[in-house]
């Protein structure tokens, strides 16, 4: 098992390098380059010579392609054109603040999830669980931005019961009470964006697994001993079937960071999807090659990460 | 309860009620009072500075706007440009006088003007500032202003001497442009290292504000500097910039009143806000124009004769009444009608497809085979239309432009791109038409997009135009020393230009300011929206 | 004997034809999609709107709310005032019903989102085919190719899944300019991954059956068992995916699009659509809510109808 699993490990290093080649060479595909972004028109051709010089512009690629993969492993990704900073300090700043989303949101999504699909289980096909399932359904099809637009002009604008954008509205240090609840208004709706677009199918499919392992005998064992109903599902349906979630939220993590572009886009929410976004609109170069490699490294930690909680959790596979 | 009980029942609830109504209404005695210290203004703002050092930034409008607030320049130019060059007020240079012959400007600076660190602002910081605007490797895109300074002195700590190397109308306005920076901080840094230095560790400015907090691409809060040297303003205690780079987003949150004040409103919306009892509309017209370029030097858009045919075919007016819902005027020429240099003689190019066929036809520009579409060199004429795709009327502009030309059998091949990818694409000279808008700067100078572009200097020249006599007739405006004879020299080239049609002028803009309407004393003028914000004050 | 099909499958199946119904009748009872209508007088109209179109005689069409005689002249009432028109100058007036309004432009929405109905659905076909094609052929040489040749593409499928989507795509098409023929390689290209392992899975099922194993000993090249013996086996359980799968990429080119980078355009596109809406959202709520709604009902119907596959398989099994 620890064998597999550092294969897994490795193999996944070697895609985070891959994705890494293919964004630094994507890169020198594209038309017009950073001393154009970079200065005004009218400056003097050997002033833009000379910036070239100095980004490394006019060195053969090869050469540039391992002084960037060098820095790349140091954790230096150069400097952001946009922000005129490293891009390392961007993404320090920009990063916690996705973690945050992303967590907060999963979770929403997991216990919206798990709750849902409990009660649809209580009865099969009653009403409670069809009218679920298409609830379930209608919120997978609906696209992320229509969501998160409903969401806002319904309880930021419409209802003024939370602020429409941004992660603070805080414009000086406050006390930590303060500040935790401008955090925790700030973070509702784009964490409930994700939750609602995400727990229709965490609730299918623990409605299908549920029922699949209440077909099982050991849960008629149980029922016979005389143990609640409530109680079987909670404590002995539940575990089980819900350890093949820890691969689907592993493997739902992409998902997760994609659809989190969008909201973060909408919501001006200051994490790695907005400043990929004005990366892309502003052709940042370097920050775009950062914020995709390191999604990717997140990606496929992540998912290792699920791999590893796996077989930790399913004492079958310890063995 | 007895009578007498009631009575003094009676007798205090009316006065709780007279007490209470005085606190309530505004009491005349504050009503003329005058302005009110303290509060906040939250400005939407649609990107973050791209830099605090306007010598290593991309200068966008906006960040003038702020960089304003933040940096001392020596005058303050004046709103009057309609009719001459613009006079200027004093700012930190509080005097100043030309020497007899004209070639010596001496300005006496304020003595009571500090950094936000507490040292005073200095000849020498002026002297810093002319290094750096004055260095090639830098490359600041100003440099050519000051290239009749030759040298800026330190007489003393408050006295700072610029030598013209020539005498011309734009001695005042050359020498003032750029604000000054502070040299005991940024003067520690090589100037090589400028272009990426982050700035912003060392903010060091000089002010009515200062920056509190900076959180890149969220929020920047201004706080007002106590060592402002005109006090007792700035009246308002913060400005609050919150980036917001939706439009709607903007507008949403100036009319719940999370937001007072909101840069550019789209035309569309005017109405709305105009209809908002707590918001007004402030019509600014601006120096912004909007052109299509054609690509000069791309046949069949080198000829005359084809260039201005498209001008012919294009409904302007119409263009101008839709995309702009009536907040936009057409344009003629390449200086707005609402500046001095403005040639009012100039002819204006009607809407007239018959005659764009006839010169079409006459350039050869043919349909050979009925298809509806003319071809050139045996190849049906489509015009790729390059446009910055974020900007929803340039969006509009080419939809409309593409249906015009379409009913001349021009077929226009509308593309949007992103800003820097068609910047690129128009200095490669790799296109054939983009739509685009220019701001005319308060100094009239035809040599960055009329003259010929020389290899040595760089020029926002993209389309390749060139007329010899322009090219001669902008050398002579840019030397003369007689504004009258500099207005003949700009009347022809004007002329010229707009017998050449190297674009199609499409329309003048008017910047529409939605505002709040609790801010009182905001005097928001084509100079500049922020002109006086240690001014303004708002009412609670 | 089997009474009907399952009620999910109907309902998919009923969204899907009203769909397709739409999609092909469209083009002939609305009007064309890019036909500019004088913005400021039929500009944002909500749905059901109803205008009179008037015609000049030099082509200019003008449109408003109400018209009277008055004279010789006509009176149009146009963006919040009453016009003054010659009537010599009109050719005709006509009146115009607009089903789901109008956009910034006076272009009619409900032609504007069937036609990108149409683009839309174009490019998730294309992106499923190519998804499906290179899964299929990866998934069958995987499971039935030497241990080796299954875990090494078995590896790359892995790798391939854990790529960022939204963000490539987004980088690439940054980079390599907005282009449809990028997109449907893009979508595709983020896929085909699903497909394989599933294809895999059953290949490896299949390759234990009893009847594989005879064929197999029969030795039959490689090649014709994968076509005639294990295809056939995959199609159901293929169709189901393929049609999950559409919705998804679907999905997924309106959030590009939405972006800002999807079809360029000229070429309509629901995620663009909405995105265009959203900059009008406070005067006109149903331009960015008509799209995402097109979006969601196309995904719900193939969600639907993959669903009701499942259900009839097991139901046969």
Redesign the interface.
């Given at each position: 098992m620890t064998g597999r699993l550092v294969r897994?490990l490795l193999?996944?290093l070697?895609?985070v390098w891959?994705?890494a080649t293919a964004?630094f060479f994507?890169?020198s595909?594209?038309?017009?380059?950073l001393a154009?972004?970079?200065?005004?028109?009218?400056?003097?051709?050997?002033?833009?010579e000379?910036?070239r010089q100095?980004y490394g512009l006019d060195r053969p690629l090869a050469k540039r392609y391992l002084a960037w993969l060098s820095g790349v492993v140091l954790g230096d990704f150069g400097?952001s054109f946009?922000?005129?900073?490293p891009v390392r300090e961007?993404l320090a700043?920009a990063l916690p603040n996705t973690l945050l989303l992303a967590t907060v949101g999963l979770c929403l999504e997991l216990i919206l999830g798990v709750v849902l699909g409990l009660v649809q289980v209580r009865r099969p096909h009653g009403f409670w669980d069809r009218a679920l399932s298409a609830f379930s359904?209608?919120a997978?099809?609906?696209?992320?931005?229509?969501v998160a637009?409903g969401l806002i002009?319904l309880f930021a604008?419409r209802w003024?019961l939370f602020p429409?954008?941004?992660?603070?509205g805080l414009?000086?240090p406050a006390d930590p009470w303060t500040t935790i609840k401008d955090r925790l208004w700030h973070l509702a709706l784009p964490a409930i964006t994700v939750g609602l677009t995400g727990c229709g199918a965490v609730a299918r499919y623990l409605r299908g697994a549920l029922l699949d392992e209440q077909a099982q005998t050991y849960i008629l064992g149980a029922l016979a001993r005389g143990a609640s109903r409530s109680r079987v599902v909670l404590v002995h349906a539940l575990p089980n079937a819900a350890l093949p979630l820890i691969t689907l939220l592993g493997?739902s993590l992409?998902?997760l960071?994609?659809?989190a572009?969008?909201i973060e886009?909408l919501f001006?929410w200051?994490g790695m999807g907005?400043?990929?976004?004005?990366a892309?609109?502003?052709?940042d170069i370097p920050l775009?090659q950062a914020?995709?490699i390191l999604?990717?490294a997140a990606?496929?930690v992540g998912?290792w990460l699920a791999d590893v909680a796996y077989a930790l959790a399913d004492p079958r596979i310890r063995r | 309860m007895e009578v007498r009980d009631k009575k003094m029942l009676a007798a205090a609830f009316l006065l709780v009620l007279l007490v209470g109504c005085r606190r309530q209404g505004p009491s005349p005695a504050v009503q003329g009072a005058g302005p009110i210290h303290g509060g906040e203004v939250v400005v939407a703002l649609a990107q973050d500075l791209s830099s605090f050092n306007e010598y290593t930034g991309f200068s966008e409008s906006t960040e003038t706007l702020i960089l304003d607030l933040l940096f001392p320049s020596l005058l303050v130019e004046q709103p009057d440009y309609q009719l001459h060059p613009p006079s200027f007020a004093p700012n930190l240079a509080k005097a100043w006088e030309f020497s007899e012959d004209n070639r010596t400007l001496t300005l006496y600076l304020r003595d009571n003007a500090r950094w936000s660190d507490g040292r005073p602002v200095t000849a020498e910081d002026v002297a810093f500032t002319f290094r750096v605007q004055k260095d090639r490797r830098l490359g600041w895109h100003g440099l050519e202003i000051k290239d009749f300074i030759e040298a800026v002195e330190v007489v003393s700590p408050t006295v700072v001497r610029f030598r013209y190397s020539r005498v011309y109308p734009y001695q005042l306005m050359d020498a003032n442009d750029g604000h000054i920076v502070p040299a005991h901080v940024w003067g520690e840094v090589p100037l090589e290292e400028w272009p990426h230095t982050d700035f912003s560790k060392l903010l060091v400015t000089s002010g009515p504000f200062r920056v509190a907090t900076h959180l890149p691409n969220q929020t920047l809060v201004l706080a007002r500097d106590p060592n402002y040297w005109d006090q007792p303003k700035p009246y308002l205690d913060r400005v609050v910039f919150r980036i917001l780079p939706d439009v709607s987003q903007q507008l949403a949150q100036l009319f719940a009143g999370q937001v007072d004040l909101v840069l550019m409103v789209p035309p569309r919306e005017a109405a709305s806000v105009k209809q908002d009892p707590k918001l007004e509309l402030v019509e600014i017209p601006s120096r912004v124009w909007g052109y299509v370029g054609w690509n000069n030097r791309r046949p069949p858009l080198n000829d005359r004769r084809v260039r201005r045919a498209l001008s012919l075919a294009i409904n302007r007016k119409a263009l101008v009444e839709t995309v702009y819902w009536g907040y936009a005027r057409l344009a003629n020429g390449p200086i707005p009608s609402t500046m001095w240099a403005y040639n009012r003689n100039l002819p204006v190019l009607p809407y007239d497809p018959q005659q764009a066929q006839a010169l079409l036809d006459a350039a050869g520009v043919r349909d050979m085979n009925g298809d509806g579409v003319r071809e050139w060199q045996g190849k049906p004429f489509t015009i790729e239309l390059l446009y910055p795709g974020v900007n929803p009327l340039r969006a509009q502009a080419a939809v409309l432009i593409q249906a015009d030309l379409a009913k001349v059998g021009v077929a226009v091949r509308p593309t949007p791109m992103e800003f820097t990818a068609m910047m690129a694409r128009q200095e490669a000279g790799n296109f054939d038409a983009v739509l685009s808008a220019w701001e005319e700067a308060t100094k009239v100078d035809l040599t960055s997009l009329w003259v010929t572009p020389s290899p040595t200097t760089g020029s926002y020249n993209f389309i390749g135009y060139s007329n010899p006599e322009v090219d001669h007739l902008a050398a002579q405006a840019r030397e003369e020393a007689d504004l009258a004879k500099v207005k003949l020299f700009l009347d022809r080239a004007q002329e010229l230009i707009v017998e050449d049609q190297p674009v199609t002028f499409l329309y003048e803009g008017i910047q529409l300011v939605g505002i709040s309407r609790r801010i009182k004393g905001a005097d928001i003028n084509p100079s500049s929206v922020f002109f006086n914000l240690p001014e303004w004050y708002v009412v609670p | 004997m089997r009474s009907a099909l399952p009620r999910r499958l109907r309902f998919g199946l009923a969204l899907l034809a009203a769909g397709f119904v739409a999609a092909v009748a469209g083009p002939v009872f609305l009007p064309d999609p890019n036909a500019i209508l004088d913005p400021r007088g039929a500009g944002l109209l909500p749905p059901l709107a109803r205008v009179f179109v008037v015609q000049l005689a030099d082509g200019t069409l003008l449109a408003g709310e109400a018209v009277h005689r008055s004279g010789d002249k006509l009176m149009l009432w146009r963006a919040g005032t009453w016009q003054e028109l010659r009537l010599a100058e009109v050719q005709g007036v006509t009146r115009r019903l607009f089903v789901a309004g109008t956009d910034g432009l006076g272009r009619d929405v409900a032609a504007r989102l069937v036609a990108a109905g149409r683009i839309s659905l174009a490019i998730g076909f294309l992106a499923l085919a190519l998804a499906v094609l290179l899964g299929t052929v990866v998934g069958l040489l995987a499971g039935l190719g030497p241990g080796p040749l299954d875990r090494a593409l078995m590896a790359v499928v892995d790798a391939a899944l854990a790529i960022p989507l939204l963000f490539v795509l987004l980088a690439v098409s940054a980079f390599l300019g907005q282009q449809t023929t990028t997109v449907v390689l893009l979508l595709g290209f983020s896929s085909w991954m699903g497909v394989a392992r599933l294809v895999r899975g059953l290949t490896l099922q299949v390759r234990q059956q009893p009847w594989f194993l005879a064929a197999k000993g029969l030795g039959l090249p490689p090649w014709r068992l994968a076509v005639v013996h294990v295809l056939p086996h995959l199609a159901t359980p293929l169709l189901q995916d393929a049609t999950l799968r559409l919705g998804d990429l679907i999905l997924l080119e309106a959030s590009l699009s939405f972006l800002g980078f999807g079809v360029p355009p000229p070429v309509p596109s629901w995620g663009s659509m909405a995105a265009e809406g959203f900059e009008v959202w406070r005067l006109a709520w149903w331009l960015p809510i008509l799209p995402g709604m097109a979006v969601a009902l196309v995904v719900l119907a193939f969600a639907l109808v993959a669903e009701g596959l499942g259900e009839l398989a097991r139901g046969e099994a």
């Open positions: 897994r193999a996944s070697l895609v891959a994705v964004t994507l890169v595909l594209a038309p017009g380059d154009t972004k970079l200065t005004d028109p009218r400056i003097a051709p050997a002033a833009r000379r910036l100095h400097d946009l922000y005129r900073r961007v700043q359904l209608t997978y099809a609906l696209p992320t931005f229509l637009a002009w604008y003024p429409p954008s941004h992660m603070t414009l000086a493997l992409p998902f960071v994609s659809g572009l969008v886009v001006s200051p907005q400043v990929f976004y004005s892309v609109t502003a052709r775009i914020v995709t999604v990717t990606v496929v998912n | - | -």
